[in-house]
């Protein structure tokens, strides 16, 4: 069979093969895949830490990476993806209602445990 070239053929299973024409089809070798492998060098994840959080009107944008901020008045970490209270005048983060009202109203609020 010569001046015959190869052809490539998808059958309805997805399966590529190799064709001559006129002949029979064979599947071709899937290509090998390599592990992706961290650069030993490389930093630990930025998502660990504590992030700076510039907070907005209804929205917060991150200034620094990391996985939560801090409650302003309880100090307890919040999660960023948690983060539901802040102030935009005083640019600080409240871990629930309670907190706010106590940042805001001290005299008429106490916060059990704090």
Sequence with gaps: M????PIRVTDAGRKDYVAE???CLWPLP???RRPKLLNRFDR???MAGEAEVKY???DF???RPGAFVRCAVTGAPIPLEELKYWSVDLQ???SSPEAVLQRHFPDRFKLEGV
Excluded: K
């Design 92 to 94: 600080e983060a409240y």
């Design 21 to 23: 024409e006129g002949s």
């Design 30 to 32: 899937r290509p090998q």
């Design 56 to 58: 907005l009107d209804g």
């Design 61 to 63: 944008r991150v200034v």
């Design 2 to 5: 010569t001046g015959l070239r």
């Design 44 to 46: 630990s994840s930025p």
